[in-house]
Each structure stands twice: as structure tokens, then as C-alpha cells.
């Protein structure tokens, strides 16, 4: 499986960005995607995950009410859509697939068997 990550760049706080992810390759086997970042000196940290078949979506507290993780299925490509931007959102943005997760492990890089390349979020105070 290969993952393509895109969509980042720089904003101003209150801003808005959706990230992209497009998975390639044998992708039947994906169980979940997940949205992962990393700022500079930090471990990276879980953002948002969704669940493949059913579209059950988890959220870290950081992030809820303002990112929305969906999925399209018929382009097997996940999006996250970012809102009310703030400076501490500032990092890189990783996506992931896991084939053999389960739900109490979705927040652990470790459960992720692919990663794509990463995508800077930059937000300007």
C-alpha cells in the first residue's frame, strides 16, 4: 500500500485547510486510516482515525469540533478537514493505514503498517 498525503501549507489562525490522502497498491486490506502530525522536538501524536467499512471516526480531545475526518471509498482516499486553525496545530501531517488495528490500539503509530510522505500545516498568529 502506498499513501500520497497533500493539502498542506500556511495560514493564518481562524483559517481552514483540508488534507488529502490517497491510497494505492492493495488496499483491500486496509482496516483504518488515520491522520497522525509532528512538530518540531515533539512525538508524533494521533489527530484522527476512521474506520474503513463502517466510517467510525475518532478524534483526540485537541482537535474536536474543529477537524472532520471523512473518507470517499470509490477513490480510496481519506480527507481531513481543518478548521479554526491554531498556531499549536502547527506541524507535519502524516497519514496512515493499518490492516490489523483494533479500536483500544488506533491511537498508537505503532498499530499502522503504512505511512505516507507527510505534509507541512504552518499557522501564522
Known amino acids: 500500500v502506498q499513501l500520497q498525503a497533500s493539502g498542506g501549507g500556511l495560514v493564518q489562525a481562524g483559517g481552514s485547510l483540508r488534507l488529502s490522502c490517497v491510497a494505492s497498491?492493495?488496499?483491500?486490506?486496509?482496516?483504518?486510516m488515520g491522520w497522525f502530525r509532528q512538530a518540531p522536538g515533539k512525538e508524533r501524536e494521533f489527530v484522527a482515525g476512521?474506520?474503513?467499512?463502517?466510517?467510525?471516526?475518532y478524534y483526540d480531545d485537541s482537535v474536536k469540533g474543529r477537524f472532520t475526518i471523512t473518507k470517499d471509498n470509490t477513490k480510496n482516499t481519506v480527507y481531513l478537514q481543518m478548521n479554526s486553525l491554531e498556531p499549536e496545530d502547527t506541524a507535519v501531517y502524516y497519514c496512515?493505514?493499518?490492516?490489523?488495528?483494533?479500536?483500544?490500539?488506533?491511537?498508537?503509530?505503532?498499530?499502522?503498517?503504512?505511512w505516507g510522505q507527510g505534509t507541512q500545516v504552518t499557522v501564522s498568529s
Open positions: 476512521i474506520w474503513w467499512r463502517t466510517g467510525s471516526t
Open positions: 496512515a493505514a493499518g490492516s490489523s488495528l483494533i479500536l483500544s490500539s488506533m491511537r498508537r503509530p505503532t498499530s499502522y503498517d503504512y
Open positions: 497498491g492493495r488496499t483491500f486490506g486496509i482496516r483504518a
